[in-house]
């Protein structure tokens, strides 16, 4: 299987890091890595911009893409990864969505911080922003400076409310694949156990995932979500974080502005949004 990964770059370790996680996650799988960065963040900090500094910004820009491929095809033993860099005048959201389109990506990895290096919110400013806007494609976030390891344990937190649609599941069925690793499906119990819609969505689940490796857990009800979560992670060893962004979903709870910085949800690890 053939993946195309985009992988947005405002030339910091922290981008550049999760550029490394995404090599090597890859490692054995045939992938086109398209290096994507949007001149508008660094011209939008600057007033009465010349066509003369554009253009300076553009090379610069260019010069530090083609440093960062040749950096990619060092850390890269694979000689089936193929690497294409694009440069964008176009706001950082809108250059995503665009090249998703073109390029019929399969998945987008970044770092958690972005430009603004926002270490108080629930992840940088811009990657916030991209997890609300992009729903044609998953994106994994990776810590900075996480070290790669194969991610044999998924946890998947669900509450069961709302049924899941095979398709949607691609994302986190294709990620398994990769180490034959295995699901685990959470669920923090805000009652002593589930009702009848919820059990009926946890037998669909099941079902989606009959050919794969997995464990279904279930968390009583002691603190924040993203404590428990938290928690699991810890508790069950657990290497990539898989959520569904749906309505309503945790992950549109912990995104919206005024709860970004009392959530205090910073998993350590990968953490998979899978749009709905």
């Known amino acids: 299987m053939k993946k195309d990964i985009l992988l947005p770059t405002d030339f910091s370790d922290n981008a550049w890091s999760a550029f490394v996680y995404a090599l090597k996650l890859y490692g054995q ?47 890269s033993a694979n000689a089936n990864h193929e690497f294409e860099i694009i440069l964008s005048s176009n706001d950082l959201k809108d250059a995503i969505e665009s090249t998703i389109h073109k390029y019929q990506i399969d998945l987008v990895v970044m770092g958690t911080t972005g430009a603004t290096g926002a270490k108080e919110f629930f992840y940088g400013s811009n990657t916030v922003r991209i997890i609300k806007k992009i729903k044609s494609c998953p ?20 509450d069961y409310s709302r049924v899941y649609d095979y398709k949607e599941l691609n994302p986190l069925r294709d990620l398994a694949d990769l180490y034959n690793s295995k699901i685990m499906p959470v669920c923090i119990l805000s009652k002593e156990k589930l009702n009848g819609i919820q ?31 938290n928690d699991f992670i810890e508790i069950a060893e657990i ?21 970004i910085k009392k959530i205090g949800f910073h998993p350590l690890i990968p953490f998979l949004v899978i749009p709905a």
Request: proline share 4%; hydrophobic share 40%; charged share 20%.
């Open 29 to 75: 799988i045939e992938c086109k890595f398209y290096i994507l960065h949007s001149t508008q963040m660094k011209l939008s900090t600057m007033s009465n911009i010349s066509n003369k500094l554009m253009e300076v910004v553009s090379q610069n820009a260019i010069k530090e893409l083609k440093e960062i491929e040749g950096m990619a095809k060092t850390v």
């Open 139 to 158: 994106v994994l976030i990776v810590p900075d400076e996480f070290d790669f390891v194969e991610p044999k344990q998924i946890a998947f937190p669900t």
């Open 239 to 259: 290497n990539i974080l898989a959520m569904v962004n749906y309505k309503h979903s945790f992950i549109e709870y912990i995104i919206k502005e005024p709860v």
């Open 199 to 229: 059990e009926f969505n946890m037998m669909k689940l099941e079902s989606h995932l009959r050919n794969y490796n997995t464990s279904f857990h279930f968390m009583p009800n002691y603190a924040q979500k993203s404590i428990e979560i």
